[in-house]
């Protein structure tokens, strides 16, 4: 086996997975190569230090935590704040829709009555006071106006 | 949430020595274990088989969205010279651990602190085994280059 066998099988080696006639070969090379030995006694100790790092204890306030940031979740401020400008645009454009509606009324009560004058005009050849409509009413302007 | 205080209880450490080993710092790990319980519960255990595989996942994804938002040179924290008075070789292995690619990194945690074998780690990373095998290698040789002054001493 020669030396980069040897390192691209060490951590086999170390876990246990390399095969019989691999492992021969493997402490084969270890009994004859000082750098390779030297390699794997270096990785073993390595993994036995790691072992021995302290892992500190997680907070004991961690699950309080996580129950609070759920209970708060059923009213989440970016929920509140998102219904708020949704129903507050629907409100806009319910007060807008009856202004413009407003406005689509006068002008056809405007046309309607244009169209009416236009007809009497031509069948009686009587000239028709002018009218103005506003605020859904209709207003005399006198003689002249427009509609 | 009295099942799920009970999931903590029993799988909290386990998951909280995943986190630490990943990033070596208390706070940040208290905080990773919070998030991974919150989103744990938000989004339930329906059709979860493996509540430790779970949990780690979800860990997992939150370390590496941290350190996304963070700058990447910073966290990997690429070992310099070392000076002579850094005597400690624990501490010196955790920094070489946190220089190590966050790929390398994390198969070598699940195997050297969280005990996993390479079937396991292979299935909570979904990666093929070939694949564990060769990061661990990787990590463990690229430790030792780091390491070697130090494990001289």
Known sequence: ??????KRNISLFIDGYLKEDLKKEFEEHISSCKECSEFLKDILKISEEVKKIEIPEPSPFIFERVKNRLKERVFPKAFVLKVAFATSLSLLAVIFSFHFVN?????????????????????????MPVYNVENNYIVSTGRSGTF | MEEWEKIYNEESEYIYRF???????????NEVLQETFYRAIKHGKKGVKNMRAYLIRIARNIIYDMWRKRKQEEERMREREESASDVDLRMDIEKAIKGLIPEYREVFVLKEINGLNYDEIAALLKIPIGTVKSRLNRARIELREKLRRKLEM
Do not use: P, W
């Not at chain 1, 086996?1 to 040897?6: G, I, Q, R, S």
């Not at chain 1, 406005?103 to 000239?127: D, N, V």
């Open chain 2, 19 to 29: 986190i630490y080993g990943m990033v070596y710092n208390q706070d940040d790990a």
């Open chain 1, 103 to 127: 406005k689509g009324r006068e002008e056809y009560a405007r046309r309607y009555i244009k169209e009416l004058y236009i007809i009497k005009e031509k069948s009686t050849g009587y000239q």
């Open chain 1, 1 to 6: 086996m020669k030396c980069n066998d040897f």
